[in-house]
């Protein structure tokens, strides 16, 4: 039984790495987050992301790979819709992490800086 749980979890690990690399590219942030804002076909998201619509094709295929994208045809237009409301929450912890990140970052900075030091112990 135990056997059972722990290749159940490293499955389980398996499938977050492969979503968290899928989500590992900014152009891909930003098509998911265009996508959670407003439902377009790939083209008009290739303009309004001002890309190339090769290099959102390539994106979006990787995030339908990854389960994140559902791709639906409708004539000669192809319409990319997120997988799951809860990429939403993903991208929003995301950023907030980001965001706490920075200022932690950055506290560290001043007070190294205070010390008169010259380098941050993050520069390496």
């Known amino acids: 039984m135990l056997r059972k ?3 159940a ?3 389980g690990e ?3 790495a492969e979503i968290l690399q899928a989500l590992a590219h900014p ?4 098509i998911l987050r265009a996508l ?3 439902s377009c076909c790939q083209c008009n998201l290739a303009t309004n992301l ?3 619509p090769v290099n959102i094709s390539r994106h979006l295929a990787i995030l339908a790979r990854a389960g994140l994208v559902t791709i639906t045809k409708e ?3 192809t319409y990319p819709v997120p997988a799951f409301p809860e990429i939403r929450q993903i991208l929003d912890l995301a950023e907030r992490l980001v965001r706490r990140m920075a200022a932690e970052r950055a506290k560290e900075a001043r007070a190294y800086g205070a010390k008169g030091l010259r380098t941050s112990p993050t520069a390496g």
């Open 75 to 77: 004539g000669t237009k």
């Open 50 to 52: 001002d890309e190339h």
């Open 5 to 7: 749980t722990a290749d």
């Open 9 to 11: 979890a490293a499955g």
């Open 36 to 38: 959670l804002e407003c």
């Open 14 to 16: 398996a499938l977050s």
């Open 27 to 30: 152009l891909r942030i930003r």
